[in-house]
């Protein structure tokens, strides 16, 4: 069984950082793609960015690009994301997730999924 743990969120002002952390668990965990996906109150999950097993190859949604930075530790099995110049729209329950294909944004395409971890602007 894999287990996906979310961290780090919290209440942040407009401008401000936060770093998102997800701990996995699980044996034979390999997945290729790992990511993140968030919801806002009243919206559909969207893709927020995802990166490759070697860390080398990521994709972020045009929302988030220049501001938020996805990376991982292979050998905590951590993935993170760096969160900069926050926005009041960046609110929302932050998912991590796993899956067995590269670099994929379609949430349908991950096999694992975190309980979430909420940000909230606190402007």
């Known amino acids: 069984q894999v287990q996906l743990v979310e961290s780090g969120g919290g209440l942040v002002q407009a401008g401000g950082s936060l770093r998102l952390s997800c701990a996995a668990s699980?044996?034979?965990?390999?997945?290729?793609?790992m990511g993140w996906f968030r919801q806002a109150p009243g919206k559909e999950r969207e893709f927020v960015a995802t990166?490759?097993?070697?860390?080398?190859?990521?994709f972020y949604a045009d929302s988030v690009k220049g501001r938020f930075t996805i990376s991982r530790d292979n050998a905590k099995n951590t993935l993170y994301l760096q969160m900069n110049s926050l926005k009041p729209e960046d609110t929302a329950i932050y998912y991590c997730?796993?899956?067995?294909?590269?670099?994929?944004?379609?949430?349908?395409?991950?096999?694992?999924w975190g309980q979430g971890t909420q940000v909230t602007d606190s402007s």
């Open positions: 997730a796993a899956s067995y294909m590269s670099l994929v944004a379609a949430a349908f395409n991950y096999d694992y």
């Open positions: 699980g044996r034979t965990f390999r997945p290729d793609a």
């Open positions: 990166i490759g097993w070697s860390g080398g190859s990521t």
